[in-house]
């Protein structure tokens, strides 16, 4: 990476962090989810009942690591029921002012998330995910109705996982995004698991930014959930190296944002990340390019 794009690059507000621009104006934006299927903390997925006193925990913990990091995050609020999303989103907005992502596999329960966020007034802290091909036009249509602006937009063709197949397909997700009111473009690269055809999604961040000038990631964290290799041969303390890793790497590709995965991951993944966008921050100094913001990681390191 040249660690500067000739396209300019945009940059989106969502509560008080800043998404995307030049490498080292912005620190990288960590999504982690919260409420995920085999969490401790949740009893019932379906009815959403979970252990109020681990979640608010597990907030205060994220809300700390982003405070003496600087690096700003979301909370993936990942629901299987409408029911479970009515309770989580309840409950969230009382704990942290971090922007939400309404993340549901079930389109029905996407729908729903977006319609309980308007209720609720929640729309302009919301995240949308996903935008992808196959997306139906009832489902675009609720999600402009819902006034969210903000969207995971998903350069996913399963038919070819090839860096042009992604780039085809980018070209459909972005228009279907358009139409759906989407004025804040996320694109993700859709890297699906660790497996050895995954450099495509990565060579595809900086090309990506380089044409479009959107904030461009991915989830990291689908990759540290299936290193099946690591997880046989390394013992678990011994892993975090691992999921670190495979997140930094991702930020000298040039990513914007990462989902990271589960949110008790944030006490060693926020400081690996903060330490790498110190360095962005720095290489960028050499190219003229400064933080927009003195809440940079390289101000809490240096200053």
Same mark, same amino acid.
């Given at each position: ?67 003496? $990091? ?9 629901? $299987? ?15 942290? /002012? ?25 729309? /302009? ?25 903000? !969207?995971?937009?998903?350069? /996913? ?6 860096? /042009? ?23 993700? $690269? ?104 003195? !809440? ?8």
């Amino acid at each position: 990476m040249s660690f500067i794009f000739k396209t300019p690059q945009k940059t989106y507000d969502i509560g008080n962090a800043k998404i995307g621009g030049q490498p080292g104006e912005n620190p990288t934006f960590l999504i982690a989810s919260i409420f995920w299927l085999g969490q401790k903390m949740v009893t019932d997925a379906n009815k959403g009942i979970f252990d109020q006193k681990a979640a608010e925990d597990v907030i205060n913990t994220i809300q700390t690591q982003s405070d003496i $990091t600087g690096v700003k995050f979301a909370l993936d609020i990942v629901g $299987t029921t409408e029911t479970a999303f009515e309770k989580y989103i309840d409950f969230i907005p009382s704990h942290t /002012d971090a922007p939400l992502m309404l993340d549901a596999m079930s389109p029905k329960t996407r729908m729903a998330a977006a319609n309980l966020a308007k209720k609720m007034g929640l729309t /302009d802290r919301c995240i949308y995910n996903s935008i992808y091909k196959g997306v139906t036009d009832a489902e675009l249509a609720n999600l402009k109705e819902s006034g969210i602006k903000m !969207s995971i937009v998903l350069a /996913d063709d399963p038919k070819d996982t090839t860096l /042009d197949g992604k780039m085809n397909v980018l070209v459909e997700a972005l228009a279907m995004a358009e139409r759906a009111g989407i004025t804040k473009p996320l694109v993700d $690269t859709a890297v699906p698991a660790f497996e050895p055809d995954m450099g495509s999604s990565v060579r595809a961040i900086p090309i990506m930014k380089e044409k479009y000038g959107h904030p461009v990631g991915l989830g990291s964290g689908n990759l540290v959930t299936t290193m099946g290799w690591v997880k046989s041969s390394f013992e678990k303390e011994f892993r975090k190296g691992t999921v670190c890793s495979t997140n930094t790497i991702m930020q000298m590709a040039g990513a914007n944002w990462l989902m990271t995965g589960p949110i008790e991951q944030a006490q060693w993944v926020f400081p690996a990340v903060a330490i790498t966008d110190t360095y962005l921050a720095s290489i960028g100094a050499d190219l003229g390019t400064r933080p927009t913001d003195e !809440s940079h990681p390289i101000y809490k390191a240096f200053m």
